[in-house]
């Protein structure tokens, strides 16, 4: 499955923070800042994933419910301290959901990774999706972060794509030298980053930056198999389930 990126947009669409049912929005989850003992801490509502699954991997994954359509954004990057609240827009094909911090309060902790599920109404099948996915830490005062990617009609039912997580902020969190995350030369540590047990460093994330990764013989012996290649006798990211 290939998946085109539409672009960065740099306007956000009118937004609803909706509650009871209100507006596209129907529900919100947010697992909070994670780190080393709250991986998987979201319990996803719209999708047999869960994000202690994908491990050092930033994933969107969506499909159609009975209410309209389900988004599950796991170990996506936003302000340590925020009080983050769900908003979304439908306008026709193009969707948006994401996350803003009313208050603009934050954490002088940096950075963060978290998990957000989002549920939308007024959404259904048959024609190509636009979802666009915003982070808005300080309305009204900062720009929000927005990408936006396709959804293709025939993955509707079920889809997942997935991309190595910001680098810098696994290491500025601690969560390295395990599976799909940082090793090598560290900013922030004296020594390299070693990778645990049979794992392998390897020059495959964002940028060429380090990643610790599987060996392989095989895909079937990669550790999530649907999403990965084996190449060279590592386990690597398959470009078409990226964007």
């Given at each position: 499955m290939r998946l085109h990126v539409f672009g960065i947009i740099v306007g956000l669409a009118a937004l609803c923070s909706c509650e009871g049912g209100k507006g596209p929005l129907v529900?919100?989850?947010?697992?909070?800042?994670?780190?080393?003992?709250?991986?998987?801490?979201?319990?996803?509502?719209?999708?047999?994933?869960?994000?202690a699954d994908y491990?050092?991997?930033?994933?969107?994954?969506y499909g159609l419910t009975e209410a309209g359509l389900g988004v599950d954004l796991f170990n996506f990057e936003g302000a340590c301290g925020a009080e983050w609240e769900g908003v979304a827009a439908v306008d026709g094909a193009a969707i948006t959901v994401g996350v803003t911090n009313p208050g603009c309060m934050i954490g002088g902790c940096g950075?963060?990774?978290?998990?957000?599920?989002?549920?939308?109404?007024?959404v259904s099948g048959g024609a190509d999706l636009a979802l666009t996915f915003s982070v808005e830490t300080c309305p009204g005062e900062?720009?929000?972060?927005?990408?936006?990617?396709?959804?293709?009609?025939?993955?509707?039912?079920?889809?997942?794509?997935?991309?190595?997580?910001?680098?810098?902020?696994?290491?500025w969190l601690g969560l390295v030298g395990t599976l799909n995350t940082p090793c090598g030369e560290s900013s922030m540590l004296e020594e390299p980053i070693t990778c645990e047990g049979d794992l392998e460093c390897a020059s495959v994330g964002e940028d060429g930056?380090?990643?610790?990764?599987?060996?392989?013989?095989?895909?079937?012996?990669?550790?999530?198999?649907?999403?990965?290649?084996?190449?060279?006798?590592?386990?690597?990211?398959?470009?078409?389930v990226g964007w």
């Open positions: 529900s919100f989850s947010d697992s909070g800042c994670k780190g080393h003992q709250e991986d998987g801490a979201l319990s996803f509502l719209y999708a047999p994933l869960d994000a491990p050092g991997l930033q994933c969107i994954s950075s963060c990774i978290y998990d957000w599920a989002f549920e939308v109404e007024g900062e720009a929000p972060t927005e990408g936006t990617v396709a959804l293709p009609a025939a993955t509707l039912g079920q889809g997942l794509m997935c991309r190595y997580a910001s680098w810098g902020t696994l290491e930056r380090d990643i610790c990764v599987a060996a392989c013989a095989d895909v079937s012996e990669c550790p999530l198999p649907d999403i990965m290649l084996c190449e060279a006798n590592l386990c690597v990211l398959d470009p078409a």
